[in-house]
Each structure stands twice: as C-alpha cells, then as structure tokens.
C-alpha cells in the first residue's frame, strides 16, 4: 500500500509535522496553491531573548497577491537580514557550531521552495528519516480544481492507496470521496509533544529526544 501526505512546506515546523514524513512512502510539497501571507511557510516563532515567543520571518520579495507559493521568492538580502535576525534568539545564537552546520539556514535559493525543501531535507537527515518529496507543481494538475478534489487529483496521480492527512483536516476531506476512488482516508491523531519550531529545538537537543516526538 502506498501512503501519500500533501502538505504546504513550512519554515521549520514543530516535530508533529514530521510524522507526516515518518508514516508516508512519498510527501508532497503543496506548491500549486496561493501563498498564505499570514501563515507558517515563511515565519515561526522562536523563543526571544526575554523568554517570549518572537517571529522569525523570511524577507520575500514583492509579489502579487494571488501568487502561488511555488513562485515565492527571497529577497536579493534574505539570508543577510536573517543571519542577523537570528541573534534575537538564545536558541541559535549559542549553538554549538557544528549544531548550526547541520542546518542549511543561511543557503539562499532561486525560489522560496527551492529554500524551504532544502532545509526540510535536513531536518529529515537529523531525524533520521527517508522520505522522498516531490512538489505538486511538477505534477500538472488541473489548475481549476479546488480543495478536496484537487487533493484527490494529486493522490490518484501518484498511484496512492492511501491518504494520510493532519488531525486538522477532518473537516475539510470525505472519506466518502476518497473511497469512491479506491483511496483510503487516514488521519494522525493530535500531536502531544513540544509545539517547539525545530529550529530551536535542534541547536539545543540531541535528535534523539526529537525523534520521539515525530513517532
């Protein structure tokens, strides 16, 4: 059985988003979608210097609004304004050096995706786990689906059996619909770990600790 997991590529996701990865034979970057300016693909939060949670955002370059984030791109001195900006933050700032080194964190890209899948990658390669990505852009799929079909339409062409979604899409998917093309709907239960960006949590805790989140 082939299990597929569709999501929107964020900017160093709490462990719970990795057990999309540990439990699906493929992940999908969902890319063909408009980029949400108030969400989580370009920022987290990071706790400050006085103990607050403070936003770490990815300077992007100015872009329509219906842009898809497939077509996101960093500003021309992204890396520099973050490089910067990660001083605010205790976590990174005294990291042991090579903990940073295993983070691509100041490695610009052509577009934010190209960015983020990069970093993604290696907070798989800490984790220790193996799950290939593929974006939905590459995929060809008929931009006039919305929603639950246009999930559907990724799922069917990349053979799946099943598909495994977060705890909060329940509202969103019929089960209904996903079995009347021969696919199965699987959702994870809640997340009862650290709500922590891995980021943090990586310049300041063994991977090990980490992975008994993500299972």
Known sequence: MTTVAI????????????????????????????FPRRGWVHRNRLTGA??????LTLRLAHAAQDTAIRDMRLEAFAME????????????????????????????GATLVDYLER??????????????????????IDPSLRG???????ARRLGADRYLNAPGGRDLYESDA??????????????TGSQASLLERLCSEEPESIRADVR
């Open 178 to 191: 996903f079995a009347g093309v021969g696919i199965e709907l699987e959702f994870l239960e809640p997340a």
């Open 50 to 55: 006085g103990g607050q949670l403070q936003w």
């Open 81 to 108: 304004q973050l490089a910067a900006d990660l001083r605010r933050f205790p976590a990174f700032d005294r990291a042991e050096p090579e903990r940073r080194a295993r983070l691509p964190l100041l490695e610009g």
């Open 148 to 154: 639950q079909q246009r999930i559907l339409a990724i």
């Open 7 to 34: 999501m929107q590529p964020y900017f160093y996701p709490y462990a719970g988003y990795f057990r999309l990865f540990s439990r699906a034979d493929l992940f999908v970057l969902y890319d063909c979608v408009q």
């Open 119 to 140: 970093n993604l990658k290696a907070v798989l390669d800490c984790l220790g786990i193996a799950c290939p990505i593929v974006r939905s852009s590459s995929l060809e």
